[in-house]
């Protein structure tokens, strides 16, 4: 089986630019989440989807990002406009059907971000 | 809450053991464990649903204690390949899954 897809998987683009990361989870699952990576932070959850429907989004750092998920086999995290210190790894998971944090996460190769 | 992880980092011999610890101040139901290596994404090791709960995969086991919401992470007779960064996830009422800053192991030759 296929796991879950990310794209692109390096992105490097200037300041100031929109920035736009999908995803694609694992098939039947129905929870996905977008994270974010850094040294400085560690691994930060963004915002989390069950069902395409978003549960919550506390940790999204401001309006300049935005997710959607207009169906159970796509979603994107978008970032407008970008500014240097949005540089991170973003990775995307999913996870079966089940109690929130009961099921294990299953993550993209993530992709590598770099606002100049 | 971001659980609390010791040690922060850890270096060993091959064949060695090593113990690596979550806690956190919130009253847990699950506890996740996940392995990353260098410049890949995280990988699923185990999950740990009863306080109590004890679960093996390999030469790596894990525990659960509800009442104390702590668990540990046991890594037997270490190989070169359990080197990466071992981070530690939680999951309580009222509070989104949060990992742990994680530990980073070293197995040396």
């Known amino acids: 089986d296929a796991g879950v897809i990310q794209s692109p998987r390096h992105e490097v683009t200037e300041m100031g630019q929109e920035v736009t990361l999908r995803c694609k989870p694992i098939s039947g699952h129905d929870y996905l989440f977008w994270y974010r990576q850094t040294m400085m932070r560690g691994l930060e959850l963004l915002i989390y989807f069950n069902n395409n429907v978003p549960i919550d989004d506390s940790g999204m750092p401001e309006d300049r990002f935005s997710a959607k998920m207009p169906n159970a086999s796509f979603s994107t995290l978008k970032i407008q406009p970008s500014e240097p210190r949005d540089s991170a790894v973003y990775f995307c998971a999913s996870s079966p059907p089940g109690q929130t944090g009961g099921q294990p996460q299953h993550f993209g190769d993530g992709t590598r971000l770099s606002i100049l | 809450q971001q659980p609390v992880q010791s040690p922060q980092a850890v270096i060993l011999r091959e064949g060695e053991d090593a113990v690596i610890n979550c806690s956190s101040s919130k009253a847990l139901y699950s506890v996740h464990w996940y392995r990353q290596k260098h410049g890949e994404a995280p990988v699923f090791l185990m999950i740990?649903?009863?306080?109590?709960e004890q679960k093996g995969h390999e030469k790596i086991s894990a525990s659960f204690n509800e009442k104390k919401q702590q668990s540990s992470l046991y890594l037997t007779a270490s190989q070169l390949s359990y080197s990466g960064t071992y981070f530690c996830g939680t999951a309580s009422h009222g509070q989104n899954f949060v990992f742990g800053p994680g530990t980073r192991l070293s197995v040396l030759p």
């Open positions: 740990l649903l009863k306080g109590g």
